[in-house]
Every structure is written in structure tokens, then in C-alpha cells.
């Protein structure tokens, strides 16, 4: 998976067999860490359909989220990145913000 022309390329990402996939979770199952990733690059690509996506959410929500699903989620989010040059006086303004308890207790996914 790569970033070309400004889109996502899934030459090389395995298909996603969503009947497969679903039914894993389904039936009370975790995704392996490429199922996972390649799951969230099709949705990141819009190549899921909001019934697979939602269904993909919910399965993974309701038997909880697994290290190696995770895994496969921060790797698909990366990978769908696309990088910019910024001058050298740039400063990030987005943050948490709030108290030192939000501060301590969140991560901030704009920092990836």
C-alpha cells in the first residue's frame, strides 16, 4: 500500500474477503494483524461499504479491541498518510488542551 498521485494504492494489499472476515468476528473471533490492516486500508480507501464498515466496528468493538487489530489499524492509518515539507518555523497548535489530567490520560492521534 503506498501513497500515488494523491490517492491510495492497494497493489500491494491482500483483498479484503469481507464474508471471511466478518464471520470471524462473528463468531467471537480476533483478526490477525494483516486482517486487520487490510480491513481499515480498504475502508481508508473507500473500497468498504458503510454495512462492511460498520459491521468490521462493531465486531471489533463488541469482542474488544486486540493488540495485533490495533496493530493493523495504526498500520493502514500510517501507510494513508501523505507527506508534506513545512518551513522550519512551524509550531503545532493542536493539542489536547484542558487540565494536566486530560493531558496525562489522552493521546492525541494528530501527533502520529
Request: a negative charge; one cysteine or more; proline letters at 4%.
Amino acid at each position: 500500500m503506498a501513497i500515488s498521485g494523491g490517492e491510495l494504492d492497494l497493489t500491494d494489499t491482500p483483498a479484503v474477503v469481507w464474508p471471511d472476515l466478518l464471520g470471524t468476528l462473528a463468531a467471537g473471533g480476533d483478526l490477525s494483524l494483516e486482517q486487520s490492516e487490510s480491513a481499515f486500508t480498504a475502508v481508508l480507501a473507500g473500497d468498504a461499504t458503510p454495512a462492511q464498515i460498520g459491521a468490521l466496528l462493531l465486531g471489533i468493538q463488541f469482542n474488544g479491541v486486540t493488540a495485533e487489530e490495533l496493530t493493523g489499524v495504526l498500520r493502514a492509518l500510517k501507510a494513508a498518510c501523505i507527506p508534506f515539507t513545512v518551513a522550519d518555523d512551524v509550531i503545532d497548535t493542536c493539542g489536547t488542551g484542558g487540565s494536566p489530567q486530560r493531558r496525562a490520560a489522552c493521546f492525541n492521534v494528530s501527533t502520529l
